[in-house]
């Protein structure tokens, strides 16, 4: 498969040089999360230029991820609903901007402290949100990819892998397609194995990192407890191509991430 890379927020290496370590790397894909300086505001003609050029300079192509703050397309609270679908269509449009064919989204939380009996109308809200976003994405030439996330205090609306498969299948119409975290996964007890053939070609992205099982860690590849073997040996059956983006905290891990890709024979050489 093809690899690349998330440029986050907060990241301490600067942009052109973190594109360079992914070039040094052999990685075909940087993908930039939609936070500060990267908000669709903020990415004026000249800001966009210049990220495409530097991206192009290194043969990396752009993967746009969406809000990871204060955005809720499930929010029961219809102006927050309708504001996080304002801004997720925003970043539709920066990632046609920029060449990005994929929009990795969040489908949102609800609160843990809320009755279970409104779940429903957390879904049905969801449901709205991605009805609304499919109509631009499709317009706009980008994929909509919903990602999976990990166990926490407030429950996400796509955390079982029975859920995102409903959620994706609904629109699959519409283009819209899965983005397979297993770090997240691992956090929800997830067996990776089972996940990815009940997905199968509705994955369009996989985000690799690794845990214990208990908490969102971020840790390198093999530094935690998930099965590797297993979820490799998966992703080949499926013909799963790539690309697949290391969410990691430094350069340090992302290096030797990429080696235990290489000796899993996972890396496609660019």
Known sequence: MDIGASF????????????????????????????????????NRKRVNEVMELADTYSLNIILHGPLFDTNLSSLKENIRRASVVFTQECVELASRLNANLLVVHAGSFPGDLPNSLMNKARDQLHSSLSELTKVAMNSGVTIGVENKQKSEDRELVLYPDEHLEVVEAFRDQGVRAVLDIGHAHTANGELANYTHLLNDLIIELHLHDNNGISDDHLPLGAGSIDFESFFEAVRSIGFAGPAILELKSRSDLESSVRFLRKNGILRKR
């Open 8 to 43: 986050y927020a907060g990241c301490e290496i600067p942009f052109d040089q973190f594109l360079s370590m992914c070039n040094d790397l052999g990685m075909s894909y940087v993908e930039i999360q939609t936070e500060h300086p990267y908000t669709p505001s903020e990415m």
